[in-house]
């Protein structure tokens, strides 16, 4: 990996179609130690509108829209399926990831399922070729080990989690900007939707489920963004009894939105695969074209039922 790195003379760094923490904070770390290199190098994502409170991690300003043709290398972040870099790679792809599902595109591919986030597979790899972690470094690797650990609540937490958020503690990564960002920052839009999406909620099969529909009016009409859906549906979680939830989104493109929470031993990437989705045992997406979104609801619900 490092000596397609070394020997290419443009590199692409792709955050996947609306990046989270853990995929723009790996593209951050990446491009921070390609500067060091003084490599000639470009953080690409598709998505024109990315979350706001994402503006914390290092070089979020450097963000571009359009793949640059002269590229001769491409580095992904965090994104099992091909389809998920939102654009057509005709030079080499080093596939960094640590999704179950990945489908391993890359020319190279360095997947780890065992590590909490990408951020986490990356760490392991500095780690491991004595690179040093400066504090933009260590501040975008525990954005998306935060993040992809839910603030260390997810089951997959554990010593190596810690040890890891120790560590870039101990390299200057500035914790409580990355915190603050990620748990605590709210738009107005963000609590309407919110309110909208708790106000319509339902419980299902004696209260193990819990689902939100949303709606491209309910969008429009809070002026709510795609990632204050995910974040309602987590807070959700936290009822009484509630084993899986699951929020199916209507985009603006016309296609269905799919996201899957569980607890427990509830294994949601099995069911986020029967539609083409994937991602982790406890949280799944997929994404459904040319179907109402009544119809993608009444499926999930479906297959479900046969798991609950």
């Known amino acids: 990996m490092f000596n397609a790195i070394e020997n290419a003379h443009h590199i692409v760094l792709i955050a996947h179609i609306n990046p989270d923490a853990d995929s723009l904070g790996s593209a951050s770390a990446m491009y921070t130690h390609l500067m060091r290199l003084e490599k000639k190098v470009t953080l690409f994502c598709v998505s024109e509108q990315i979350n706001p409170r994402l503006a914390f991690l290092p070089w979020f300003d450097k963000m571009r829209h359009q793949f640059p043709k002269s590229a001769d290398l491409a580095i992904s972040f965090d994104c099992g399926a091909y389809k998920r870099l939102g654009v057509e790679v005709t030079?080499?792809?080093?596939?960094?990831?640590?999704?179950?599902?990945?489908?391993?595109?890359?020319?190279?591919?360095?997947?780890?399922?065992?590590?909490?986030?990408?951020?986490?597979?990356?760490?392991?790899?500095?780690?491991?070729?004595?690179?040093?972690?400066?504090?933009?470094?260590?501040?975008?690797?525990?954005?998306?080990?935060?993040?992809?650990?839910?603030?260390?609540?997810?089951?997959?937490?554990d010593a190596r989690s810690f040890q890891m958020a120790a560590a870039l503690t101990e390299a200057k990564a500035d914790i409580s900007a990355c915190a603050q960002a990620l748990f605590h920052q709210n738009s107005l839009a963000a609590l309407r939707?919110?309110?909208?999406?708790?106000?319509?909620?339902?419980?299902?099969?004696?209260?193990?489920?819990?689902?939100?529909?949303?709606t491209k009016e309910m969008m429009a009409k809070s002026g709510g963004r795609e990632v204050d859906c995910e974040a309602a549906l987590e807070e959700s979680m936290g009822l009484p009894h509630v084993e899986l939830g699951l929020m199916v989104r209507e985009n603006r493109n016309g296609t269905i939105k799919g996201s899957l929470r569980s607890v427990g031993e509830l294994d949601v990437e099995q069911i986020a695969r029967k539609f083409g989705g994937g991602g982790h045992k406890h949280a799944a997406g997929l994404d459904v074209k040319d179907s109402p979104i009544d119809a993608v609801y009444q499926k999930l619900l479906s297959v479900i039922k046969e798991e609950v």
């Not at 193990?208 to 529909?213: A, D, E, N, T, W």
């Open 193 to 214: 939707l919110k309110g909208m999406m708790f106000e319509q909620m339902q419980l299902l099969f004696d209260a193990r489920v819990v689902v939100h529909l949303v």
């Open 91 to 157: 030079c080499d792809v080093i596939n960094i990831d640590h999704h179950k599902s990945n489908e391993a595109y890359g020319t190279i591919n360095v997947i780890d399922t065992t590590a909490i986030s990408t951020t986490q597979v990356l760490f392991d790899l500095f780690h491991k070729h004595d690179i040093k972690i400066n504090p933009k470094i260590a501040t975008a690797l525990y954005a998306g080990l935060l993040d992809d650990s839910h603030g260390f609540l997810s089951p997959k937490s």
